[in-house]
């Protein structure tokens, strides 16, 4: 412990010449296919604070991509301009950065900060800690996991104490083994979840009634299409469930780059050796369409074949179901013109 505290000591000293210096990539910095002015320039600050500090600059994107995608940033009002032009998304509270009892929320003095126990730590060299500065924000953050250690298992119970959820944890190691598997931040792709040489239709289904299992609302869309017809992923992300339930029948759960969870149901089978925690990606297929459902495994041809597609998202309480339909009909267009 004593020895990575030296390492983060060592790494605010290399920080007040790095911050000074024109972000550049490390010599063995991963290719991004993306030319966005601002994914390039996020990804050299996470990887200049791993030449910095050790931690992966890939587990530095999952937590800073986790709490992009818990909230949409939008200027607070008496907000620095500093904090809506940032780079990163982590947002420590004042109450946690200034400390529980400093009379001033808006404490950037180390010192101060330091002695009512607050976490904030000056992470550029420039005498100040400051809660809407990335590498002070980063910087801070990568203090706070090392006091439970320096590797992953570590940096797991630190993630748990710091947001006391399990969800927040396992979406946080998913990103981040996703980020090592691409080494690159341009995520943000997607696809219908029908290839463009099959026959399907569909339309708004959203809140239509269903009475089999007692009274509820249609949580999707549903795209009829002949049975075994190619299922395809619609975005970058991680399995986390194959399998049956007795409403969806045989179905897949998908958790993308942005936190939202993509539920393909009704299924006939699978792709060969799918599993959870295996990695997809856009027009991948992941399984086929079929009717299964709406009785114990194996029940089928209750309706005719298709899949039912939903999307869920996470806010810090459970999943909340929302309209897929407008973006199947965007990634539609976009499908046509490729």
């Known amino acids: 412990m004593k020895v990575f505290r030296l390492i983060i000591q060592i790494g605010l000293c290399i920080c007040i010449v790095s911050a000074v210096l024109p972000l550049v990539p490390a010599s063995a910095a991963p290719s991004a296919p993306s030319v966005d002015p601002v994914l390039e320039e996020r990804?050299?600050?996470?990887?200049?604070m791993e030449a910095m500090y050790g931690v992966p600059w890939t587990y530095l994107a999952a937590i800073d991509q986790y709490e992009r995608s818990m909230k949409i940033r939008k200027k607070k009002k008496?907000?620095?301009?500093?904090?809506?032009?940032?780079?990163?998304?982590?947002?420590?509270?004042?109450?946690r950065w200034c400390g529980e009892l400093n009379p001033d929320d808006k404490d950037t003095n180390p010192a101060s900060i330091s002695f009512f126990g607050g976490i904030g730590i000056d992470g550029d060299g420039d005498g100040m800690a400051d809660r809407h500065n990335d590498r002070d924000v980063l910087a801070t953050f990568i203090h706070f996991l090392s006091d439970y250690g320096f590797e992953r298992d570590d940096w797991r119970i630190g993630l748990w104490e710091y947001y006391k959820r399990g969800r927040a944890v396992r979406t946080i190691h998913q990103f981040a083994t996703i980020y090592d598997k691409y080494q690159h931040l341009d995520l943000n792709g997607r696809h219908f979840p029908i290839p463009s040489r099959y026959t399907y239709s569909y339309r708004s289904t959203?809140?239509?009634?269903?009475?089999?299992?007692?009274?509820?609302?249609?949580?999707?869309?549903?795209?009829?299409?002949?049975?075994?017809?190619?299922?395809?992923?619609?975005?970058?992300?991680?399995?986390?469930?194959?399998?049956?339930?007795?409403?969806?029948?045989w179905r897949i759960g998908m958790r993308d780059m942005a936190n939202v969870y993509h539920y393909f149901a009704h299924l006939s089978s699978f792709k060969k050796g799918l599993k959870p925690g295996d990695i997809v990606e856009p027009g991948e297929v992941i399984g086929y369409v079929g009717s299964s459902g709406y009785g114990r495994p194996g029940t089928s041809g209750k309706f005719p074949p298709h899949l039912h597609y939903g999307m869920y998202r996470e806010t810090g309480g459970d999943d909340w179901a929302f309209d897929p339909y407008p973006y199947l009909r965007r990634w539609e267009r976009l499908k046509q013109k490729r």
Request: charge should be negative.
């Open 78 to 95: 008496g907000e620095p301009e500093s904090a809506a032009n940032r780079l990163t998304a982590i947002d420590i509270s004042a109450e």
């Open 206 to 249: 959203w809140g239509d009634a269903r009475g089999w299992g007692g009274r509820r609302i249609h949580e999707g869309t549903d795209i009829f299409a002949g049975y075994g017809t190619p299922v395809l992923s619609t975005g970058y992300g991680m399995i986390e469930v194959v399998g049956w339930n007795r409403y969806g029948g």
């Open 43 to 48: 990804l050299q600050l996470f990887q200049q």
